[in-house]
Structure formats: structure tokens, C-alpha cells
């Protein structure tokens, strides 16, 4: 079964600090990796994404590293503001493969301390 | 401004009784989606459409049936609410040229007695 982990299930960090989510995949064929953000009382948005072709992607506070050797991924979010604390779902798609379905993780619950 | 509505945002359901979702969005978009969202397991996806008139089964489907009469609007339907069905269900569209890149409704907050 396809299944998309992400760890730890919450996270503190202090205003300022990096915060790091972690994320691993098993199925070989994903080759697309969104990262989305949710705030309470809302839908998911997504914030950042990254293809299985590049081991970087940058944008603004929000930086993904990816691992394809070993099938991870992380978030990092450098500078964290209390606007940051949300729910962030790693998902994972084969797109242009056999679907266009999204597989998502069960989140990691960041908290951003002033 | 492109968006993805959700009616009702909240509603409370009889078990044995049926339940409609309705879902409608301006993005012009093709695919549309149904999540349910329940704590500890994410966002797992009950029906999906690539076309009107058109349905896909999901990864948990059961209980749960799927419309799709225009490019707009897809429904939910949950013919025999059961206790289990309570949970927050999102809708989303996607462009199919981005399928990865999905725009999320706000959300309908399902409590089934």
C-alpha cells in the first residue's frame, strides 16, 4: 500500500528558530512532493512543491530538501514567525503515471512560540 | 477571484439518515476531489472526477457515492449516515495539467448521532 510518513506528529520551535518536518515514501514511481499548510477552520493550501528531479527547492522562508536515494524529504523553515504555527501535510503524486491522485501524510503540527 | 466553495460548512446527521455535500468551483478546473480528514490519518481521498458525468473510486470509497453533473459542482452523497462518517470532508479541484497543485474548499464538519 502506498504510504506517505511524516514525523514528529508535532513540533515547538521559538520565534526565529529553523523548523525541521520530516517526510519518506516507499513507492518509487512518485515523482511530484507538495508540501501543504493548514491553518484551523480551513482546506490545506499548498505552500511549496518539489519534482523527483531536483534535490532542492527554495522559496522565501520555506526550503525542501530532498533524498531520493532514500526515498525522504524534509521542510525546513528558517526565521519562524508565530503566523508559521499550522499543520503541515507532506503528499506525494505519480503524476504523469498510472493517477492524478495526491497521497498525503497524517501531518506535523508546528507551534511557533513568540 | 477563483475559489472552491463547500455547502453546508457544518452540519449534524441521524445515523440511517441520508447526507448530500455539495461542492462548487470557479477555477474552471477539470479534476475534482473528496477528502475526508480525521485525526491521526491525514487527508485519505473517497471520490475523485476527471469529467462531468464521470466518477472514480477513491482509497475508501465505501459508503459514500459521488455526482458530478457539471464541471462546477460535485456532490457527495452518503446514502445510510453512519457513526464513523463523522469528520471533516474537503473538497478540491485541479488543474489537470498540475494535478499535484490541488485548491482545497474550507472544509464541511459532518457529525453523525
Known amino acids: 500500500q502506498q504510504q506517505v510518513r511524516q514525523s514528529p506528529q508535532s513540533l515547538t520551535v521559538w520565534e526565529g528558530e529553523t523548523a525541521i518536518l520530516n517526510c519518506s515514501y516507499e513507492?518509487?514511481?512518485?515523482?511530484?512532493f507538495p508540501w501543504y499548510q493548514q491553518f484551523p477552520g480551513e482546506g490545506p493550501a499548498l505552500l511549496i512543491s518539489i519534482s523527483s528531479v531536483s534535490d532542492k527547492k527554495e522559496d522565501g522562508r520555506f526550503t525542501i530538501f530532498f533524498n531520493k536515494r532514500e526515498k525522504k524529504l524534509s521542510l525546513h523553515i528558517t526565521d519562524s514567525q508565530p503566523g508559521d504555527s499550522a499543520t503541515y501535510f507532506c503528499?506525494?503524486?505519480?503524476?504523469?503515471?498510472?493517477?492524478?491522485?495526491?497521497?498525503f501524510g497524517t501531518g506535523t503540527l508546528l507551534s511557533v512560540k513568540p | 477571484e477563483a475559489a472552491v466553495t463547500q455547502s453546508p460548512r457544518s452540519k449534524v446527521a441521524v445515523t440511517g439518515g441520508k447526507v448530500t455535500l455539495s461542492c462548487h468551483q470557479t477555477n474552471n478546473h477539470d479534476y475534482m476531489y473528496w477528502y475526508r480528514q480525521d485525526t491521526g490519518h491525514g487527508l485519505r481521498l473517497i471520490h475523485y472526477?476527471?469529467?462531468?458525468?464521470?466518477?472514480e473510486k477513491g482509497d475508501i470509497p465505501d459508503g459514500y457515492k459521488a455526482s458530478r453533473p457539471s464541471q462546477e459542482n460535485f456532490s457527495l452523497i452518503l446514502e445510510l449516515a453512519s457513526l464513523s462518517q463523522t469528520a471533516v470532508y474537503f473538497c478540491?479541484?485541479?488543474?489537470?495539467?498540475?494535478?499535484?497543485?490541488?485548491?482545497f474548499g474550507p472544509g464541511t464538519r459532518l457529525t453523525v448521532l
Open positions: 478540491a479541484s485541479s488543474d489537470p495539467s498540475s494535478s499535484y497543485e490541488q485548491y
Open positions: 472526477s476527471y469529467v462531468a458525468d464521470s466518477t
Open positions: 513507492d518509487s514511481t512518485f515523482n511530484y
Open positions: 503528499a506525494a503524486s505519480d503524476y504523469g503515471g498510472s493517477g492524478n491522485k495526491l497521497i
